[in-house]
């Protein structure tokens, strides 16, 4: 059971926009900005959103984060075949002392 | 350009004891925070521990704390992570990761290739 909650899966067809939605608490996501990461199969996780809505040099501007109390969402508009990947969100958690993640949620471009 | 490479991954027997290291190049090594953080098979990821930029500050995850620690060498830009009493739950892809920054709340930039550990009779 993670501490953020993502849905297990979305998808959508190219050219829409999707969203994916991650839910906290008090101690993660509504105290410490929030991260969002992309892994393909095999290899590793790779950082896509950072302090809530910034992106690192070389991603895409059709990836953005919000973040608004205990929730944030990561949306990707003009969705491609090449986004389909696994997305998880991450933030530190003052509680526990660490860093949690979210269980993930696979995109589907259908 | 940054490089992290982690090695010492392997096949291992429950209650056995592993040391995973991670190289790193192109950086600032003590400048930075360092994790390590973790996928089992099929699973999603979990964080394991952290390590300021000096050393001097550390912390686990629950799952681990006790039995997992963590370590830097700055002069030879090597981040370990020493497991003992390891069990089968451990059996997971072990990841080296840079924070962006050099205290704890920084996001993770950059990934190694990971390393595989296996706890199995």
């Known amino acids: 059971q993670s501490v953020l909650t993502q849905p297990p899966s979305a998808s959508g067809t190219p050219g829409q926009r999707v969203t994916i939605s991650c839910s906290g608490s008090?101690?993660?996501?509504?105290?410490?900005?929030m991260n969002w990461y992309q892994q393909f199969p095999g290899t590793a996780p790779k950082l896509l959103i950072y302090?809530?809505?910034q992106r690192p040099s070389g991603v895409p501007d059709r990836f953005s984060g919000s973040k608004s109390g205990t929730s944030a969402s990561l949306a990707i508009s003009g969705l491609q075949s090449e986004d389909e990947a696994d997305y998880y969100c991450?933030?530190?958690?003052?509680?526990?002392?660490?860093?949690?993640f979210g269980g993930g949620t696979k995109l589907t471009v259908l | 350009e940054v490089q992290l490479v982690e090695s010492g991954g392997g096949l291992i027997q429950p209650g056995g004891s592993l040391r995973l290291s991670c190289a790193a190049s192109?950086?600032?090594?003590?400048?930075?925070?360092m994790s390590w953080v973790r996928q089992a098979p099929g699973k999603g990821l979990e964080w394991v521990s952290i390590?300021?930029?000096?050393?001097?500050?550390?912390n686990y995850a629950d799952s681990v704390k006790g039995r997992f620690t963590i370590a830097r060498d700055n002069s030879r830009n090597t981040l370990y992570l020493q497991m003992n009493s390891l069990r089968a739950d451990d059996t997971a892809l072990y990841y080296c990761?840079?924070?962006?920054?050099?205290?704890?709340?920084?996001?993770?930039?950059?990934w190694g290739q990971g390393t595989m550990v296996t706890v199995s009779s």
């Open positions: 990761a840079k924070g962006k920054g050099y205290t704890y709340g920084y996001p993770f930039d950059v």
């Open positions: 192109g950086l600032s090594f003590s400048t930075y925070a």
């Open positions: 390590i300021s930029g000096s050393g001097d500050s550390t």
């Open positions: 008090s101690s993660n996501i509504a105290s410490n900005t």
């Open positions: 302090g809530d809505n």
């Open positions: 991450a933030a530190w958690d003052d509680s526990l002392n660490g860093w949690v």
